[in-house]
């Protein structure tokens, strides 16, 4: 997968796309393709009241959404942004921003 934890992304479609929101990567669902951003996707739970929550009412809580749905945003260049992959000299593996050629993230170590 092209993003992980704590990266920073905007959603591209769906119900938050026209706010245009961005966020940080909370969860990444590798098995399902899909990812948990922060603010993104909220839904309600109500809940009764109980020990652990006297008064009850309504919990809000964040979503999983499809990888698809999002694209990650460059740290350097602040723009939304496709990634490569490449290898350096000393054999490690990062990943690089196609429009600014930053990197990004380190995806393997040195060998």
Same mark, same amino acid.
């Given at each position: 997968?092209h993003?992980?934890?704590?990266? /920073? !992304?905007?959603?591209i /479609?769906? =119900?938050? =796309?026209?706010?245009?929101l961005?966020?940080? !990567?909370?969860k990444?669902f590798? +098995? *399902?393709?899909?990812?948990? !951003?922060?603010g993104a996707?909220k839904v309600y739970?109500?809940v009764?009241?109980? #020990?652990? *929550?006297?008064?009850?009412?309504?919990l809000s809580? +964040?979503?999983?959404i499809?990888i &698809?749905n999002?694209m990650?945003?460059? /740290?350097e260049?602040?723009?939304?942004?496709k990634?490569?992959?490449?290898?350096k000299?000393?054999? &490690?593996?990062?990943?690089?921003?196609? &429009?600014?050629?930053a990197?990004?993230g #380190?995806? &393997?170590p =040195?060998?």
């Amino acid at each position: 997968m092209h993003i992980k934890v704590d990266d /920073t !992304v905007e959603i591209i /479609t769906g =119900a938050d =796309a026209a706010s245009e929101l961005r966020g940080k !990567v909370l969860k990444v669902f590798p +098995e *399902n393709g899909k990812i948990l !951003v922060e603010g993104a996707a909220k839904v309600y739970k109500h809940v009764k009241p109980s #020990q652990r *929550n006297p008064k009850g009412g309504k919990l809000s809580k +964040e979503m999983p959404i499809d990888i &698809s749905n999002v694209m990650l945003v460059c /740290t350097e260049c602040k723009q939304r942004t496709k990634t490569g992959a490449k290898i350096k000299e000393d054999g &490690s593996k990062v990943r690089y921003c196609k &429009s600014c050629n930053a990197e990004i993230g #380190q995806l &393997s170590p =040195a060998k």
